[in-house]
């Protein structure tokens, strides 16, 4: 821990308050316990039991975003809404860029689309940089599609390649072990991480847009594409946030909803899901949102790459500090 | 055949027929994307370095190899030359991929040679080694601050930054990995 990264951390979280606030965002503080979350097969999360002496006790789970109860929130308010809170996400590794517990920024532009976002998110760049913030963390950001960084760093035409087999049989062309049964989202992360992500242009920050449609995610399609409307950014190699024009149709929500329990069932920490809650995007406005790791937003706009420098007491310290704690598989 | 979330730096992956060694291995998990490891791995027989990602829960295949105690005999213009302690047998190991390994090499010292399919292929240098100084210049005392460094040259070849009391000529611990000098040793 640099005592000089948590004043700049203290100064990053007011400067941001104040961003939002001028701006006629309004600040939520959704609970951190849910009864059931979101189904995102990506993820796994951290459960927990609610003990009432009297009424009994109940499976609840820590949120590892505060989507799940803000969109509801949005659909109510039917205003601009941005959120910090601690999320939770359970067996990720440990390294320079994890934690298991860390702050999420969360805001929500009623009536905007991922566009919208990116213009937002670069002011918010520019309203919270430092005399230290390196020239690889400050705006303007760069732009650069899917399509075009696997066509220049992969030398794959990723548009052509929707084919589970074809991007299987793509990869392997490439010299990469790409298993011969590989899902086509496992073959595309394979090529992603192993070709293209090492290769971004770093020199600046990167949106990273047009994501594949076959990503499963709560992001609104782009009509007559394999892409959807959604974004990343990256700065200094670190994946700092998500962007999506939100899904708004009902019945894709269910759908996504649906296919990604499905692919649930083999979690290691299962989680209940609300079968009513794609009902609530019959009413919910149009909308982008963006989740960011505020932590990692901290050591960009500081020049650091390293969460320890960052966190006063970094997971892994606990856990070696705790090593007798642990039970082995 | 080995899980990717068992991979660490040092293991063997077998990638399209060739050993390669493991130099470096990371935890990703990609926006809505399953954990993967990223790995650098060289390989052994060429010394390309390549990128590969792994599903943590897919498996691979590794190379079966051998470790065989053998003593550092001395270098041509192509290769490190190394004896079998027991047949006396010799090996030939060609510079490419192992260029930076002559600043670990001292002739008549035993070192692991990692064999696959009865090819050497690559040498296992020890986590900490014992270097003779050949090159220091001599500091005034008072000079400097305490705890200040100077960099000597070792016998190898090897640069590594020592404390000023340090002379040409004595024995110092070194960390191979980091080249960190970490005592002086009396002989």
Known sequence: MDT???????????????FFLGRGYLETDTPALAPA????????????????????????????????????????????????????RNSESLGRLHNPEFTMLEYYTVGADSGDSRQLTEELFRRCAGPDTPAWARPPFRRMTMAEAFRELAGLDLEALQDRGALVEAGRGKGLLVPLEASWEDAFNQVFLSLVEPSLPADAPLVLERYPAQIECLAADIPGTPWKDRWELYAGGMELCNCYTEASDPGAVRASFER????????????????????????????????????????ALTGERDLSRLLPYPFADILAENEGALRRP | ???????????????????????DREFVNPGKGAAFA??????????????QTIKTQDEVEDAQ????????????????????????EQYFIPFPGHEDKKFY????????????????????????????VAESENYVRGDTVSGATKPVVCETGLVVRVPLFIKQGEKILVNTETNEYQERVNT
């Open chain 1, 4 to 18: 000089r990264l948590l004043e700049e951390r203290s100064r990053i979280l007011t400067e941001t308050r104040a």
């Open chain 1, 37 to 88: 979350l979101i189904p995102e097969s990506c993820l796994e999360v951290f459960r927990t039991e609610y003990d009432n002496p009297f009424l009994g006790r109940m499976d609840l789970w820590l949120v590892p975003s505060p989507e799940v109860w803000m969109k509801p929130l949005i659909a109510r308010l039917r205003r601009s809404v941005f959120q910090v809170c601690k999320c939770f």
């Open chain 1, 260 to 299: 990604e329990s499905e692919r649930k069932r083999t979690a290691r920490v299962p989680h209940r899901v609300d079968a009513g809650y794609p009902d609530l995007f019959s009413g919910f406005p149009p909308c982008s949102g963006v989740a960011m790791g505020f932590d990692r937003f901290v050591l």
């Open chain 2, 1 to 23: 055949m080995i899980r990717g979330g068992d991979i660490a730096k040092g293991s063997v992956l077998l990638i399209n027929s060739h050993p390669h060694i493991v130099v």
């Open chain 2, 38 to 51: 990223r790995v650098k791995a060289k390989n052994m027989r060429n010394g390309n370095v390549v990128t």
């Open chain 2, 65 to 88: 190899v051998d470790l065989i105690d053998c003593q550092y005999q001395y270098s041509d213009a192509e290769n490190y030359i190394f004896m079998n302690n027991e047949s006396f």
């Open chain 2, 105 to 132: 090499l001292q002739e008549g010292e035993t070192y692991s040679i990692l064999f696959y399919e009865g090819e050497a292929i690559d040498i296992k240098i020890p986590y900490k080694m014992v270097f003779t």
